[in-house]
Protein backbone atom coordinates (compact mmCIF):
# COMPACT_ATOMS: atom_id res chain seq x y z
CA UNK A 1 0.00 0.00 0.00
CA UNK A 2 0.89 3.12 -1.15
CA UNK A 3 1.12 6.22 1.68
CA UNK A 4 -1.35 8.60 1.52
CA UNK A 5 -0.02 12.54 0.69
CA UNK A 6 -1.01 13.10 4.68
CA UNK A 7 0.87 9.81 5.79
CA UNK A 8 3.97 11.55 3.29
CA UNK A 9 3.42 14.46 5.13
CA UNK A 10 4.02 13.17 8.41
CA UNK A 11 7.14 10.88 7.21
CA UNK A 12 8.80 13.70 5.64
CA UNK A 13 8.54 15.96 8.93
CA UNK A 14 10.16 12.97 11.18
CA UNK A 15 12.75 12.69 7.81
CA UNK A 16 13.20 16.28 8.04
CA UNK A 17 13.59 16.57 11.99
CA UNK A 18 16.35 13.67 11.63
CA UNK A 19 18.39 15.44 8.69
CA UNK A 20 18.18 18.84 10.39
CA UNK A 21 19.54 17.36 14.19
CA UNK A 22 22.52 15.65 12.16
CA UNK A 23 23.45 18.88 10.25
CA UNK A 24 23.17 20.62 13.55
CA UNK A 25 25.43 18.10 14.99
CA UNK A 26 27.82 18.39 12.47
CA UNK A 27 27.59 22.19 12.35
CA UNK A 28 26.46 22.77 8.74
CA UNK A 29 23.38 24.50 7.28
CA UNK A 30 20.17 22.24 6.27
CA UNK A 31 20.49 24.08 3.07
CA UNK A 32 24.16 22.12 2.17
CA UNK A 33 22.57 18.68 2.03
CA UNK A 34 20.24 18.02 -1.09
CA UNK A 35 17.19 15.60 -0.49
CA UNK A 36 17.09 13.07 -3.32
CA UNK A 37 13.43 11.18 -2.86
CA UNK A 38 14.49 7.81 -4.21
CA UNK A 39 10.83 6.80 -6.01
CA UNK A 40 12.22 3.75 -7.56
CA UNK A 41 9.21 1.16 -6.70
CA UNK A 42 6.03 3.61 -6.23
CA UNK A 43 3.96 4.93 -8.75
CA UNK A 44 3.81 8.32 -10.84
CA UNK A 45 1.25 9.33 -8.03
CA UNK A 46 3.54 8.87 -5.55
CA UNK A 47 5.72 11.22 -7.15
CA UNK A 48 2.81 13.67 -7.97
CA UNK A 49 2.48 13.95 -4.14
CA UNK A 50 6.28 14.09 -3.25
CA UNK A 51 6.35 16.97 -5.18
CA UNK A 52 2.99 18.44 -3.37
CA UNK A 53 5.15 18.19 -0.31
CA UNK A 54 8.02 20.34 -2.21
CA UNK A 55 10.57 17.60 -3.63
CA UNK A 56 12.55 18.91 -6.38
CA UNK A 57 14.96 16.00 -7.32
CA UNK A 58 14.30 12.08 -7.69
CA UNK A 59 16.10 9.08 -7.56
CA UNK A 60 15.79 5.78 -9.46
CA UNK A 61 17.52 2.83 -9.73
CA UNK A 62 16.44 1.27 -13.00
CA UNK A 63 16.97 3.72 -16.27
CA UNK A 64 13.11 2.11 -17.87
CA UNK A 65 11.46 3.26 -14.56
CA UNK A 66 13.27 6.87 -14.87
CA UNK A 67 11.83 7.22 -18.35
CA UNK A 68 8.47 6.54 -17.26
CA UNK A 69 7.88 8.72 -14.51
CA UNK A 70 10.57 11.19 -15.76
CA UNK A 71 10.77 11.64 -19.62
CA UNK A 72 8.28 14.40 -19.13
CA UNK A 73 9.75 17.25 -17.38
CA UNK A 74 7.90 18.24 -14.53
CA UNK A 75 7.77 21.16 -11.89
CA UNK A 76 8.49 21.17 -8.49
CA UNK A 77 6.25 23.81 -6.90
CA UNK A 78 8.51 26.31 -6.97
CA UNK A 79 8.30 26.36 -10.93
CA UNK A 80 11.77 24.92 -11.33
CA UNK A 81 12.32 22.17 -13.11
CA UNK A 82 12.20 18.56 -11.57
CA UNK A 83 15.57 16.95 -11.29
CA UNK A 84 15.81 13.19 -12.44
CA UNK A 85 18.91 11.60 -10.86
CA UNK A 86 19.88 8.04 -12.12
CA UNK A 87 21.66 5.88 -9.12
CA UNK A 88 21.58 2.57 -10.39
CA UNK A 89 24.03 0.78 -12.67
CA UNK A 90 23.61 1.50 -16.18
CA UNK A 91 24.35 -1.03 -18.56
CA UNK A 92 26.21 0.02 -21.63
CA UNK A 93 23.65 0.04 -24.19
CA UNK A 94 21.23 1.52 -22.12
CA UNK A 95 23.52 4.77 -21.23
CA UNK A 96 21.96 6.85 -24.04
CA UNK A 97 18.45 6.63 -22.68
CA UNK A 98 19.90 7.46 -19.22
CA UNK A 99 21.75 10.30 -20.39
CA UNK A 100 18.18 11.58 -22.09
CA UNK A 101 16.12 11.24 -18.99
CA UNK A 102 18.77 11.87 -16.12
CA UNK A 103 19.99 15.24 -15.30
CA UNK A 104 22.30 13.46 -13.32
CA UNK A 105 24.13 10.05 -13.27
CA UNK A 106 25.44 8.90 -9.87
CA UNK A 107 26.48 5.63 -10.36
CA UNK A 108 29.38 5.38 -13.33
CA UNK A 109 32.45 3.14 -12.56
CA UNK A 110 34.03 2.57 -16.42
CA UNK A 111 36.38 5.07 -18.68
CA UNK A 112 33.57 2.94 -21.30
CA UNK A 113 31.13 4.36 -19.88
CA UNK A 114 32.32 7.93 -19.77
CA UNK A 115 33.64 7.97 -23.15
CA UNK A 116 29.97 6.45 -24.58
CA UNK A 117 28.53 9.45 -22.42
CA UNK A 118 30.41 12.19 -23.81
CA UNK A 119 29.76 10.85 -27.17
CA UNK A 120 25.94 10.96 -26.64
CA UNK A 121 25.58 13.83 -24.61
CA UNK A 122 26.73 15.82 -27.39
CA UNK A 123 24.22 14.90 -30.14
CA UNK A 124 21.11 15.20 -27.65
CA UNK A 125 18.95 18.03 -27.86
CA UNK A 126 18.91 19.76 -24.12
CA UNK A 127 15.34 21.35 -23.15
CA UNK A 128 14.64 22.22 -27.33
CA UNK A 129 18.03 22.94 -27.80
CA UNK A 130 20.29 21.47 -30.19
CA UNK A 131 23.03 23.59 -30.39
CA UNK A 132 25.41 22.05 -28.73
CA UNK A 133 24.27 19.21 -26.99
CA UNK A 134 23.69 18.20 -23.13
CA UNK A 135 25.83 18.87 -20.93
CA UNK A 136 25.46 16.07 -18.42
CA UNK A 137 26.17 15.94 -14.40
CA UNK A 138 28.10 12.67 -13.35
CA UNK A 139 29.22 11.34 -10.12
CA UNK A 140 31.68 7.98 -10.05
CA UNK A 141 30.22 5.32 -7.49
CA UNK A 142 33.02 3.62 -5.25
CA UNK A 143 32.35 0.24 -3.31
CA UNK A 144 33.79 1.84 -0.19
CA UNK A 145 32.07 -0.91 2.06
CA UNK A 146 34.12 -3.37 -0.59
CA UNK A 147 30.93 -5.93 -0.64
CA UNK A 148 31.23 -7.88 -3.20
CA UNK A 149 27.14 -7.93 -4.18
CA UNK A 150 27.72 -3.74 -4.56
CA UNK A 151 29.29 -2.27 -7.90
CA UNK A 152 31.51 0.54 -8.54
CA UNK A 153 34.87 1.11 -8.65
CA UNK A 154 37.08 -0.78 -6.33
CA UNK A 155 38.68 1.28 -3.33
CA UNK A 156 42.35 0.09 -4.36
CA UNK A 157 41.70 1.38 -8.29
CA UNK A 158 39.54 3.93 -7.78
CA UNK A 159 42.93 6.72 -7.55
CA UNK A 160 43.68 5.57 -10.14
CA UNK A 161 40.89 5.47 -12.22
CA UNK A 162 40.70 9.24 -11.55
CA UNK A 163 44.19 10.17 -12.37
CA UNK A 164 43.52 8.38 -15.83
CA UNK A 165 39.96 10.32 -16.25
CA UNK A 166 42.11 13.64 -16.01
CA UNK A 167 45.20 12.54 -18.45
CA UNK A 168 42.46 11.47 -20.86
CA UNK A 169 40.10 15.05 -20.10
CA UNK A 170 43.26 16.81 -22.29
CA UNK A 171 43.03 20.52 -21.38
CA UNK A 172 40.45 22.44 -19.27
CA UNK A 173 38.87 25.88 -18.74
CA UNK A 174 38.59 27.35 -15.60
CA UNK A 175 34.93 26.08 -15.51
CA UNK A 176 36.27 22.12 -15.51
CA UNK A 177 35.12 21.81 -19.04
CA UNK A 178 37.58 20.02 -20.64
CA UNK A 179 38.73 19.12 -24.27
CA UNK A 180 37.75 15.81 -24.74
CA UNK A 181 34.60 15.74 -22.51
CA UNK A 182 33.10 19.05 -22.91
CA UNK A 183 29.34 17.37 -22.63
CA UNK A 184 30.55 15.89 -19.16
CA UNK A 185 30.69 17.52 -15.68
CA UNK A 186 32.40 15.11 -13.16
CA UNK A 187 30.37 15.84 -9.92
CA UNK A 188 31.79 13.87 -7.17
CA UNK A 189 31.31 10.54 -5.92
CA UNK A 190 28.78 8.62 -4.77
CA UNK A 191 28.67 5.03 -2.38
CA UNK A 192 26.24 3.03 -0.80
CA UNK A 193 27.06 2.21 3.43
CA UNK A 194 27.37 -1.00 4.49
CA UNK A 195 23.95 -2.31 4.88
CA UNK A 196 24.76 -4.09 7.52
CA UNK A 197 21.57 -2.20 10.10
CA UNK A 198 23.79 -0.45 12.46
CA UNK A 199 24.64 2.88 10.63
CA UNK A 200 27.93 3.25 12.75
CA UNK A 201 29.40 0.49 10.15
CA UNK A 202 29.36 2.81 7.38
CA UNK A 203 31.59 5.59 8.52
CA UNK A 204 34.67 4.48 7.24
CA UNK A 205 32.97 4.18 3.89
CA UNK A 206 32.26 7.71 3.95
CA UNK A 207 35.62 9.30 5.22
CA UNK A 208 37.04 7.33 2.86
CA UNK A 209 35.09 8.91 -0.14
CA UNK A 210 35.33 12.50 1.38
CA UNK A 211 38.75 12.32 1.67
CA UNK A 212 39.45 10.54 -2.00
CA UNK A 213 36.63 13.61 -3.09
CA UNK A 214 38.63 16.31 -1.30
CA UNK A 215 41.94 15.44 -2.83
CA UNK A 216 40.51 15.74 -6.83
CA UNK A 217 38.35 18.73 -5.85
CA UNK A 218 41.33 20.72 -4.60
CA UNK A 219 43.58 20.09 -7.95
CA UNK A 220 40.90 21.92 -9.79
CA UNK A 221 40.93 21.53 -13.88
CA UNK A 222 38.35 18.82 -14.40
CA UNK A 223 37.75 18.57 -11.08
CA UNK A 224 36.67 22.48 -10.54
CA UNK A 225 32.79 20.65 -9.52
CA UNK A 226 33.94 18.05 -8.34
CA UNK A 227 31.99 18.96 -4.79
CA UNK A 228 29.72 16.94 -4.85
CA UNK A 229 29.42 13.59 -1.86
CA UNK A 230 26.45 11.59 -2.90
CA UNK A 231 25.97 9.30 0.54
CA UNK A 232 23.32 8.12 3.09
CA UNK A 233 20.02 6.45 2.51
CA UNK A 234 17.49 5.83 4.95
CA UNK A 235 19.52 3.91 7.57
CA UNK A 236 22.84 6.02 7.84
CA UNK A 237 21.83 9.57 6.38
CA UNK A 238 22.85 10.84 10.22
CA UNK A 239 26.33 9.40 10.09
CA UNK A 240 26.52 10.45 6.04
CA UNK A 241 25.69 14.00 6.87
CA UNK A 242 27.96 13.88 9.85
CA UNK A 243 30.93 12.67 6.99
CA UNK A 244 29.90 15.60 4.45
CA UNK A 245 27.50 13.91 2.33
CA UNK A 246 26.34 16.93 -0.21
CA UNK A 247 23.30 14.55 -1.44
CA UNK A 248 21.26 11.87 0.86
CA UNK A 249 19.00 9.33 -1.09
CA UNK A 250 16.31 8.26 0.88
CA UNK A 251 13.09 5.65 -0.35
CA UNK A 252 12.29 4.27 2.42
CA UNK A 253 11.78 6.95 5.33
CA UNK A 254 9.44 8.39 2.44
CA UNK A 255 7.71 6.45 0.28
CA UNK A 256 7.56 3.45 2.97
CA UNK A 257 8.95 -0.22 2.32
CA UNK A 258 9.36 -0.98 -1.52
CA UNK A 259 6.82 -4.19 -3.27
CA UNK A 260 9.42 -5.78 -5.26
CA UNK A 261 7.01 -8.31 -6.23
CA UNK A 262 5.39 -5.54 -8.87
C1 LIG B 1 17.16 2.15 -3.20
C2 LIG B 1 18.35 3.03 -3.11
C3 LIG B 1 18.39 4.07 -2.17
C4 LIG B 1 17.29 4.34 -1.14
O1 LIG B 1 17.39 3.44 -0.09
P1 LIG B 1 16.46 3.57 1.22
O2 LIG B 1 17.13 2.69 2.19
O3 LIG B 1 15.11 3.08 0.83
O4 LIG B 1 16.44 4.98 1.64
C5 LIG B 1 19.50 4.90 -2.17
N1 LIG B 1 20.51 4.71 -3.04
C6 LIG B 1 20.51 3.72 -3.95
C7 LIG B 1 21.65 3.57 -4.89
C8 LIG B 1 19.43 2.85 -4.00
O5 LIG B 1 19.45 1.86 -4.90
Known amino acids: MEFTLDEMREHL ?21 KL ?6 HP ?4 ENAIALGAHDFGENRVQEAELKFSVRRRAVDGSPVMCHVIGPVQSNKLKKAAIVADCIHSIAS ?86 GNAEDSRDCFV ?18 FDQLSMGMTGDLEVAI ?13 FGERDYSK
Not at 13 to 33: H, P, T
Not at 36 to 41: G, P, Q
Open 13 to 33: AALEARISEACKKANRSRESV
Open 44 to 47: AEAV
Open 111 to 196: MEAVEKLEKVCAALPYDGNVADGKILDILFQVNAGEEETKSGLDVANAEKFLINLEACAGACDNDGRSENFPHLRFRGLMTIGKNT
Open 36 to 41: VWVSKF
Open 242 to 254: EEGSTMIRVGTAL
Open 208 to 225: FLRNLQQKFLSKGGVFAN
